[in-house]
């Protein structure tokens, strides 16, 4: 299936908020990442919640509970039930005219010091086509994202194989039982520019040198006869290699990529 | 470059492996050596070859010309963009030119010039500068005292200008014009209630300062000159006044002179006078005159020296479009010469004659510019002026007069307009436009290239293939006159040549007008359309920088935010090539289409859509009409979408294609990112939410990948000849966030990855101890962005690339819904010497070329840094496998090289943003930086490989090949006979 390719850009919203970073953090009362890792978890659940219907418009039904536990972000596991002979025909119908299935979560934070507020109003969906669902037969793999702080920002839901070929599902059993595998993904810390392992390495070869010179000197003094005139070849048919259309060197950047 | 040359060498130790170290070095010295000529650098002779720049100054905020020499050419000029230069008033060219800091900081306050000296005061009555005005240096700076600027004026003694006076909210100084020290500083008593706005000096060893208390009295304060003594204060009643400086000028010998509209009167008073309490008012009636409704009258009075008291001529604007000249004389006020209708008035003096410009309408389309002596209000002989409106500019606001005096002792004048639209024009008598400058363009917000069209004989070819097909015999004929008619064009190019060829080189020089535009064999030339802040459209030759047309949108608001949008190329023979423009005013969001055809800039006669909503967003999809024409949909903020353009065809198509329609919209004050799907009817259903919390992290910016982007790899090959695929997501968003906690230590970046169409999060990441502005590049499986490392104080560069791995999913096609595995994400970052002021990526035909990033510095300078340098499988240590591969070592610092600036020394100043577009040629990307100055050049991001150089030696390979053949020729022959003798022997 071809996808038509998503362009755009929103006019209003991306320039106004360039200078925004500037206001000083007025309601960031000291959550930092490392808190949600480290706090521990009493086991609390989280709806979630899927919608099938042949007319597409959502009526979402409870599919099953999300159950935290431990400290671990990774400590989840979903418990739901079985479909009902109603919705497993719904889905098969559902599929047949290729709506989709959508799940939703409410916004929620996975830490546990914000158990007050840790509900806020408003959901996180997404979807994926039911005929995928069906002919994956309810193998399915739910991810939810947390930010930095441990707020869930967004839930995707994916069938493996996910592809839609027109397989005709016959086994009701196929469609009874969710084969699901659920996580919790934090975002990871980029990497800054690695200066230490750098120098420690540069270091490590300065000592190499420093502790025989005599072997680092001599290499020189041996090859310099050698080296003298590859470097002035290198740089003879390099430069002419520049000024030559420079073909050669062309082909040799473009293979790089 | 040897740190990490030799420094490696040491991990061998082995004396019998050093043959392989002895390789490796070889190695090593080549990609030395290799990386040292993908510079890109032009060589001398190349310079500006293909590539131009074009310096602006922006908005025109005070122009002074230099009276001191008959000869002199100088024109000064400040503007609203922080720059104050010199003109050469005979040719528009830039004499010298200084760029302040952008914002309050760098403002012009005000422009002063006595002789070989311009006085500037900057930043609010930050610094008080002196220039030397023949080559622009700087004499001297003084820091002023804080508070704000009100006014500055030149003070002179005994018919000399020695001083300056800068009057602040709260206290007055003076400065030394030679020197710039500080003469004396005074408080000003009661500057808390009285607004002082004015300063006043006629010469006489007094500086008058006038303030006001609105709609109360105004407040008049005598200064000695030599120490800054109060010699006098007084108030007068003046209860109709608000403001001093939009309703008074002084005239004459120090009388203060005011207008008021409400009481339709005219009042004076003399500063000096002790006895006048309360000012003369004079009705306007009692001149027979009458200041429109509505419209706040302007004085203007003209002081030639700074060291004498102005003249008692002054103009009274009573309309917009009304002048007239008056005269105070004996206390008594007379009409000297009544300007009905005119546009625009203004004083100038040569020598010891002061002139008056009046500049009034002619016709529809032209303004006549006369000149009147300004004592007595008669019109010179043979002064006229012609100015003609351009019909597609903007009506004149602003009327710059330089008067001079002619060998038989009349005056003559020179004249520069300012528009609207910011149009700068340089006149002199009888109406010839000595030059012109098009200050829009210092203010660029978006820009596209264009193909040009093909030649008539070209399009007359391809027109054919477009018909519909009448018949086999008429077919034939059609193609044998079309083939006919290039043979003639082909013929009479040949004969051009030789004519050409013939004439000296300079002359063969042909001007580029909009009627000679045509495709060049390498679609290297293209029409560059260019969207300016104040709503003027501009076309332009890429290849020479000539504007070929410009059209200026009325009425659109000063802080509207526009989108250009390509949707018919020049492909489409014969429809016309047409862009549509999105004008969206920021704070409503109400939007309005204009539609033109970027080749000619008319506009386009095609009915667009009344836009009754704000404009969420706007998705350009490859479905076009019969016309060709791509469909664009509009979303509003009900979520209803309306097509342009709209026809049953194009409602057919995208009924049919609905379900397969994604878009995504940004709510960046809620942090929320939601994607809709289109239905059958046009309406839309929510389909995905992702909300990123707002009280913990920003959405800064979102961007997808370029639709015209071609990825001519799938895959990487690596060192051990498996390939890595890459992560080819079209759908593919970056979203860049900044945590609204700035302290340095818990700020950061966040980078989002997110499917448009599923709004699955791919990738998730956290640059830590970082703060923006972050500037960011998205492109094939890649994102580079650049942020502030808070910690370090350096700005920092990371890249990230997403790969699937050594197998493709589905190695045909892509689809966003069908795509389980999540990509292996690998990032890097390195430190980057420089500030960084906008990025962009290299753009390619076909996208086999390496890519370059164009990183716009704020010295002016674009440099052109390979990607290979930003590549996250960098090793730490080198192995056989990433030497196969021709990966860098990894080093945490980017390397800055002199030869990688495309732009030599032609630096754009402010540089906001680059566009790159590919050309016909696969080894070039045309490069545009704009800012403040436009620079366009062609950059080779793998060099030439597809082009001889300029100087290739023909003569000599085509003797080598000749004489290859004749040598092979005749040792064939000697051959043969050496065979036949020993044949015979």
């Known amino acids: 299936m071809a996808m038509i390719r998503v362009l755009s850009l929103i006019l209003s919203v991306l320039s106004t908020v360039t200078l925004l970073w500037t206001q000083s953090g007025e309601c960031n009362n000291g959550r930092r990442s490392g808190d949600a ?221 | 470059m040897p740190g990490w040359l030799f420094g490696s060498l040491t991990a061998e130790h082995c004396g019998s492996c050093s043959s392989a170290a002895m390789a490796w070095l070889v190695v090593r010295l080549a990609i030395s050596v290799s990386l040292l000529y993908t510079a890109s650098a032009v060589f001398e002779d190349q310079v500006g070859k293909f590539d131009w720049r074009q310096q602006f100054i922006g908005k025109v905020r005070f122009a002074l010309f230099d009276t001191q020499s008959q000869a002199s050419k100088k024109l000064l000029v400040a503007t609203d963009k922080n720059v104050f230069a010199s003109l050469n008033s005979r040719t528009g060219d830039l004499f010298w030119r200084h760029v302040d800091k952008t914002g309050p900081e760098g403002h012009i306050d005000t422009l002063l010039m006595y002789g070989q000296d311009a006085v500037v005061v900057v930043g609010n009555g930050r610094l008080l500068r002196s220039w030397e005005t023949t080559v622009g240096g700087l004499k001297w700076e003084t820091v002023l005292d804080t508070g704000s600027f009100q006014a500055a004026a030149l003070v002179g003694v005994q018919d000399h200008v020695k001083y300056v006076a800068v009057l602040k909210k709260s206290s007055i100084s003076l400065h030394d014009l030679s020197s710039g020290s500080q003469i004396w500083v005074e408080n000003l008593p009661d500057s808390d209630t009285v607004q002082y706005q004015t300063i006043y000096s006629g010469g006489n060893g007094l500086v008058f300062v006038l303030g006001v208390v609105p709609n109360s009295h105004i407040v008049i304060v005598e200064y000695k000159i030599e120490d800054g003594e109060i010699m006098n204060k007084k108030s007068v009643e003046a209860a109709w006044m608000s403001s001093l400086e939009t309703s008074c000028t002084i005239i004459s010998s120090g009388i203060l002179l005011c207008a008021d509209q409400i009481t339709q009167s005219l009042y004076t008073l003399p500063l000096q006078s002790a006895e006048q309490t309360e000012m003369r008012q004079i009705h306007l009636q009692t001149l027979d005159l009458e200041v429109a409704s509505g419209f706040q009258p302007v004085l203007t009075s003209t002081q030639p020296n700074p060291a004498q008291p102005p003249l008692s001529e002054f103009f009274l604007q009573l309309s917009p479009d009304h002048h007239i000249l008056l005269q105070l004389k004996d206390n008594l006020i007379a009409p000297l010469r009544d300007f009905n209708p005119s546009y625009l008035a203004a004083f100038a003096t040569s020598g010891e004659r002061t002139v008056a410009a009046v500049m009034s309408p002619k016709n529809d389309t032209a303004c006549s510019i006369n000149l009147f002596s300004a004592d007595t209000g008669r019109r010179h002989l043979d002064t006229t002026i012609i100015y003609h409106m351009d019909p597609n500019g903007g009506k004149p606001n602003r009327l710059y007069v330089h008067a001079f005096l002619k060998k038989d002792d009349s005056v003559g004048y020179r004249v520069m307009v300012q528009t609207e639209d910011l149009t700068l024009t340089f006149l002199q008598q009888p109406g010839r436009v000595v030059w012109m400058r098009e200050e829009a363009l210092a203010d660029v917000v978006t820009m596209e290239m264009v193909d040009l069209p093909f030649t008539g004989t070209q399009a007359e070819l391809e027109g054919e293939f477009g018909k519909k097909a009448d018949g086999l015999l008429p077919m034939v004929l059609k193609r044998l006159s079309s083939q006919f008619i290039l043979l003639q064009a082909w013929l009479a190019h040949l004969w051009k040549l030789f004519y050409d060829a013939r004439k000296p080189r300079s002359s063969v020089k042909n001007e580029i007008t909009i009627d000679t535009l045509s495709r060049d064999e390498f679609n290297l030339q293209k029409m560059m359309v260019m969207v300016t802040a104040s709503g003027k459209l501009f076309g332009i030759d890429s290849k020479s920088g000539t504007i070929l047309w410009k059209q200026y949108l009325e009425n659109i608001q ?130 995905w939410e992702v909300v990123i919390p707002a009280e913990v992290q920003k959405i800064v910016a979102v961007k997808g990948k370029r639709a015209n982007e071609h990825v001519h790899s799938q895959g990487r090959v690596m060192g051990d000849r498996s390939v890595l ?136 300078n674009i440099l052109s840094l390979p990607k290979m340098f930003l590549d996250p499988r960098r090793p730490e240590v080198v192995s056989e496998q990433s030497r196969e591969e021709n990966l860098i070592p990894y080093a945490p610092e980017m390397p800055i090289r002199e030869e990688w600036f495309i732009n030599y020394n032609q630096t754009v100043s402010r540089v906001r943003g680059i566009y790159t577009a590919p050309s016909g040629l696969e080894s070039t990307c045309l490069v545009v930086a704009y800012g403040l100055d436009i620079y366009q050049t062609r950059v080779f991001p793998s060099k030439q490989f597809d082009v001889l150089k300029d100087d290739y030696d023909y003569v000599l390979i085509s003797s080598v090949l000749f004489g290859l053949f004749f040598a092979t020729m005749i040792s064939k022959r000697l051959a043969e006979v050496k065979l036949l003798n020993r044949a015979w022997r």
């Open chain 1, 37 to 257: 890792v480290d706090t521990d978890f009493s086991g609390f659940s989280v709806p979630l919640e899927h919608s099938f219907e042949v007319d597409d418009v959502p009526r979402f039904r409870l599919r099953g509970a999300l159950q935290f536990r431990g400290g671990r972000e990774n400590g989840v596991y979903l418990s739901q039930n079985q479909l009902s002979e109603k919705d497993r025909n719904t889905l098969k119908d559902v599929a047949a005219v290729d709506g989709l299935y959508r799940i939703r979560v409410p916004r929620v934070s996975l830490q546990m010091d914000r158990q007050t507020e840790r509900q806020s109003e408003g959901y996180l969906t997404t979807f994926v086509r039911a005929c995928s669902l069906v002919e994956s037969h309810l193998s399915d793999v739910i991810t939810l994202h947390t930010d930095v702080s441990g707020y869930v920002i967004g839930v995707s839901i994916v069938t493996i194989p996910g592809s839609c070929r027109g397989i005709e599902v016959e086994d009701e059993v196929d469609l009874e039982v969710f084969n699901t595998t659920v996580s919790v993904v934090s975002p990871v810390t980029a990497p800054p520019p690695e200066t230490a392992p750098y120098i420690e390495r540069m270091e490590q070869e300065m000592e190499k040198k420093g502790k025989n010179p005599q072997e680092q000197k001599s290499f020189f003094a041996k090859y310099w006869m050698y080296i003298v005139p590859l470097v002035l070849f290198l740089m003879m048919s390099g430069a002419q290699d520049q000024s030559g259309g420079g073909a050669g060197g062309g082909a040799a950047n473009g293979g790089g990529r």
């Open chain 2, 725 to 860: 695929y890459k992560y080819l997501n079209p759908n593919l968003l970056a979203v860049i966030t900044e945590s609204t906690d700035t302290h340095q230590e818990r700020s950061f970046v966040g980078i989002f990855l997110i499917d448009g169409v599923t709004g699955r999060i791919v990738h998730e990441a956290v640059q830590r101890k970082a703060r923006g502005p972050v500037h960011f590049v998205h492109s094939e499986n890649w994102v580079v962005y650049v942020y502030w490392n808070s910690k370090f104080r350096r700005n920092e560069f990371s890249v990230l690339e997403l790969f699937e791995g050594a197998e493709l999913y589905n190695s045909t096609v892509f689809s966003s819904l069908d795509r389980p595995h999540p990509p292996q994400v690998l990032q890097q970052s390195y430190i980057f010497p420089a500030p960084i002021s906008t990025l962009e990526a290299t753009l390619t035909e076909k996208g086999i070329t390496s890519r370059h990033l164009l990183v716009g510095l704020p010295s002016g």
């Open chain 2, 558 to 687: 000063p802080n509207s935010v526009f989108k250009l949008i390509v949707q018919r190329t020049t492909a489409h023979f014969p429809h016309p090539p047409q862009c549509t423009l999105l004008i969206k005013d920021k704070d409503t969001g109400l939007g309005s289409l204009y539609v033109f055809n970027p080749i000619f800039g008319k506009k386009s006669q095609i009915g667009v859509p009344a836009l009754p909503r704000p404009i969420l967003q706007t998705l350009l999809l490859p479905v076009i009409d019969q016309d060709y024409a791509k469909v664009l949909l509009l979303i509003d903020d009900q979520y209803k979408v309306t097509a342009f353009p709209s026809t049953k065809n194009v409602l057919q198509q995208l009924q049919d294609t609905a379900s397969s329609i994604f878009f995504y919209l940004v709510d960046s004050s809620q942090g929320k990112l939601s994607g809709f799907r289109l239905r059958k009817d046009l309406s839309t259903e929510l389909i």
